[in-house]
């Protein structure tokens, strides 16, 4: 495999991608009871509100992330998953990165996520990116199996 990618957006709905996102709910699913998994639907990562990037080596889909626009002007992180076999490329990085690049163009502000707290890798991602911790939000209700976090953009 290579190991240059490109990042870009792209509709959730293609074969790559539901492989990906399939891989995605069978980790969460091997970490976590049902309850404690928030996972967007494809239908709902189709809606205007989000912008949905595909990380990719050619043809071959490496990783997703999604930010979700809320009515109150947060952005929210769903369905972000790389690939164990692209793992150590620093894609998460860069999906990250890319996710607050799009929050900025798009006015965006403050950028909220959920993460399990079975997910040592993706917790160390966020916080080294200035992600701090902070009470659940929106529809979430307190979990002890989730951990919810906020970075706020520079204006």
């Given amino acids: 495999m290579q190991t240059s990618f490109t990042i870009a957006l792209e509709p959730p709905r293609q074969l ?5 996102l399939e891989l995605s709910n069978a980790y969460a ?3 976590y009871p049902a309850e404690s998994n928030h996972l967007v639907p494809v239908d709902e990562l189709e809606q205007d509100s989000v912008s949905f ?3 990719r080596s050619g ?11 809320h009515p109150d002007g947060i952005g929210e992180i769903k369905r972000m998953f790389v690939d164990k076999v692209a793992r150590g490329m620093k ?5 990250l990165e890319t996710l607050e690049k799009e ?6 502000s403050i950028i909220r996520l959920e993460t399990g707290i079975y997910q040592p890798e993706a917790i160390g991602l966020y916080r ?9 939000f929106g529809d ?5 199996l989730s951990l919810f976090m906020e970075k706020r953009l520079s204006d």
């Fill in 128 to 136: 080294k990116a200035g992600y701090l911790e902070i009470p659940p």
């Fill in 29 to 31: 699913a091997s970490l």
């Fill in 16 to 20: 790559g991608v539901i492989r990906l």
């Fill in 103 to 108: 929050a900025e163009q798009r006015g965006i």
């Fill in 91 to 95: 894609l998460g990085k860069h999906l």
């Fill in 59 to 69: 043809d071959t889909v490496l990783g997703c992330a999604s930010l979700v626009g």
């Fill in 53 to 55: 990037f595909v990380a």
């Fill in 140 to 144: 979430y209700k307190p979990d002890p």
